[in-house]
């Protein structure tokens, strides 16, 4: 069986999908409609991306297959606020208390390939407004590399290679894939030191998949 590289679950109405016609996307995802997960072979992907537009409740219904494909050794990212347990190992979304636009400033936790050449003001803001990366996290388990953070110290984006037998990325705001690249579609302002994101994520998810199999082989 020839392994594909990248699975997007999407739902195909709530979802902006322009992203996905950016080449360096295009070239290794391929969209699947979430309602179509029941009857698709996971194990024929090396990595999901899943954003928090999807439908969270077949998600719970299908956290077994999920569970399986990550213990198989599989990379999973998921963007957005969880609000049922599909995701082993993560908390449910705790929103952050604001007192002001300085309680959404994103802060880099620690260096790390996804987040290269980005600069934190270009993650906190946009369209010259805060808050559209994360307002709260996900709560991760211990062990887990935390990559960004709120000024409070949560995590809004962190790997998870504890839980399963896989790596989670982890991120508690939008659509990490379009960040950056998605203005371009949309008409939107300059484009930002984000637009690095997409490209160095799937370089990333890649070699860590890679990772995962050579560990396994």
Known sequence: MDMREIVFLHTGTSDRLGHLDHDAVRACVEPLDMYELP????????????????????????????????????????????????????????????????????????????????????????????????????????????????????????????????TMLVHSGGDLLGWGIERIYEGGPPITSAVHIPGQMLDWVLAEAGRLETARA
């Open 39 to 166: 009857d698709t072979d996971l194990s024929a992907y090396r990595a999901m991306i899943v954003t928090g537009g999807v439908d969270q409740e077949l998600l719970w219904r299908e956290r077994d297959a999920i569970r399986r494909f990550l213990d198989a050794g599989r990379v999973l990212l998921f963007s957005g606020h969880l609000v049922r347990p599909w995701l082993p190992g993560i908390g449910l979304f705790v929103p952050r208390e604001i007192r002001s636009h300085r309680d959404y400033a994103v802060r880099i936790a620690a260096p790390h390939p996804i987040f290269a050449h980005v600069r934190e003001e270009d993650l906190t803001m946009r369209q010259g407004l805060a808050g559209f990366f994360a307002r709260g996290h996900n709560p991760p388990p211990d062990g887990v590399e935390v990559l960004l953070e709120l000024p409070g110290g949560e995590p809004i984006v962190y790997i998870d290679r504890v839980s399963t037998g896989g």
